[in-house]
């Protein structure tokens, strides 16, 4: 059985099935991690969901930003605009109710124990981990489950509090999960989130560090694979793999074999 994880499909499913074939993918033997983000700006969402969701257990995805998007959208709780128009072509379709509710019993996170991997979309802060993150991922993954979570997502906008502490409870604490967890590329070296800049971690200011570069990280010891980080690109280091090539921007859409030593295989994007 082969494990590929494939970074943000961003609503482009022919790129997305072009890379299927080129991975000779069989649904019957293999398996797809997906970093989320499966939705938004490319032109098919739609469909990109409905077959994601008819490969059942074949495929695990983790929650991204604009899939949490796409929830608070359909509930009247954050509005899009023309950039935006596929999300409105799931809102509008027959089976929309039944895609949306798929959508939210996603997981933010996911481990395999076998792989020593654990897969977010966006990040792992340093005071983490891989088992607390697991547990606080559960914490939002609980509210998106239960019938009110209609009232989490009209507090889940936000960027306070900044900096994660235990002693954090309620909306606040369920905020800087969903923040880390979907939003994060770089942080201060005491652990403070910064969720402004998203561009290539070389040109951000001299006081911020990528997330996964803080050496006493608790989560050490463990490969993450996460997207969200189009500027970043393709990274492969023994402790992380970072997936986003920018398939909706026209570049590329990898998927990478998750073996010790990780084989890639890319598409260029042209959805």
Known sequence: MAVYAIGDLQGCYDSFRRLL??????????????????????PKSLKTLRYVRSLG?????????????LLALANEIRFSNNHFDSLWKVLAADDSAELLDWLRQRPLAHFDAELNTLMVHAGVPPQWTV??????AGEVEQRLRND???AFLEKMYGDKPSKWSDDLSGNKRLRIIVNCLTRMRMIRPNGRLNLTHSGPPEA?????????????????????VFGHWSALGLLIRPDIIALDTGCVWGRELTAVKLTRKPKVTKVNCRD
């Open 204 to 224: 951000a200011s001299r006081d911020l560090i990528p997330w996964f570069d803080v050496a006493d990280a608790a989560w050490r010891g463990t490969r993450i």
């Open 148 to 150: 009110d979570y209609i």
């Open 21 to 42: 074939d080129k991975l000779e993918f069989d649904p019957q033997s293999d398996r797809l991690w997906l970093t989320g983000d499966l939705v938004n700006r490319g």
């Open 57 to 69: 257990e074949t495929v695990v995805t983790v929650l991204g930003n604009h899939d949490l998007h």
């Open 131 to 136: 088992q607390q993150s697991l547990a606080r």
